[in-house]
């Protein structure tokens, strides 16, 4: 099992920024990816950032110049750069993690519990 702890969430004014770590423990995945996905009320769930274990990165075209993803190997955490940030980035923000023990191998979901993000004056 992997475990996913989500932090650094808050309220910022617009134009500010905000940084999200996620720390995931348990059993890491040989081949994984990480990445943040946010939910606001009576909106789906979006992509927002991912960050494979490749060094690959995928970015919503909304959030592309403004938030950077970025992980530390050593402990085990993904991070989420907000700058610029805007009353439409308002939302829980959810870190993920997908992982296979080798290719080909089937792949496992987590989701963290959320941190709630907002922008507003």
């Known amino acids: 099992q992997v475990q996913l702890l989500e932090s650094g969430g808050g309220s910022v004014q617009p134009g500010g920024s905000l940084r999200l770590s996620c720390a995931a423990s348990g059993s890491i995945f040989s081949l994984n990816v990480m990445g943040w996905y946010r939910q606001a009320p009576g909106k789906q769930r979006e992509l927002v950032a991912t960050l494979r274990s490749s060094g690959n990165t995928n970015y919503a075209d909304s959030v592309k110049g403004r938030f950077t993803i970025s992980r530390d190997n050593v402990k085990n955490t993904v991070y989420l750069q907000m700058n610029s940030l805007t009353p439409e980035d308002t939302a829980v923000y959810l870190c993920?993690?997908?992982?296979?023990?080798?290719?080909?191998?089937?792949?496992?979901?987590?989701w963290g519990q959320g941190t709630q993000v907002t922008v507003s004056s």
């Open positions: 993920s993690y997908s992982g296979t023990d080798y290719a080909g191998g089937k792949w496992y979901d987590y």
